[in-house]
């Protein structure tokens, strides 16, 4: 599965983040959009970014995410030449949790009452990808 990231913005970090569009391979002359990805917390003397990332749950667990994650890897290397991503995921986030690890991303810290969520804070790990 082959995805193609597309932004409506050349000025990448004209909002201090940049949001992408992923549209599958097959279906770009539809503009068939999957879902999307964003980079925020953009650091340019340290040349990261965090990362989120949404597919459109009737496409979920189809390999989309997984896709997703490869092209944005490959986006920050060779276009925006970031040095690291990082993502924090909830520690109930199973899901996520996977994605990610499978994704090449090592869990490298527990933030403690890091999300409020309802009134509550939750506890999530911070992820993070150097890439190459």
Not at 34 to 62: F, K, T
Request: aromatic share 10%; proline share 2%.
């Amino acid at each position: 599965m082959s995805i193609i990231l597309k932004s409506t913005s050349s000025d990448y970090w004209s909002k201090g983040r940049l949001s992408l569009a992923a549209v599958t391979e097959e279906t770009v002359m539809d503009s068939a959009i999957v879902g999307c990805i964003d980079l925020y917390d953009y650091d340019p003397l340290h040349q990261r970014a965090a990362v989120g990332i949404a597919v459109l749950p009737q496409l979920r667990q189809q390999g989309y995410a997984t896709a997703m994650l490869r092209a944005l890897s490959v986006f920050c290397t060779h276009t925006i030449s970031l040095h690291q991503l990082y993502a924090d995921i909830l520690t109930s986030n199973i899901v996520s949790l996977h994605l990610f690890q499978q994704s090449g991303y090592q869990r490298c810290a527990l933030m403690r009452d890091w999300i409020c969520q309802e009134g509550r804070y939750l506890d999530a790990y911070r992820y993070q990808l150097i890439l190459q």
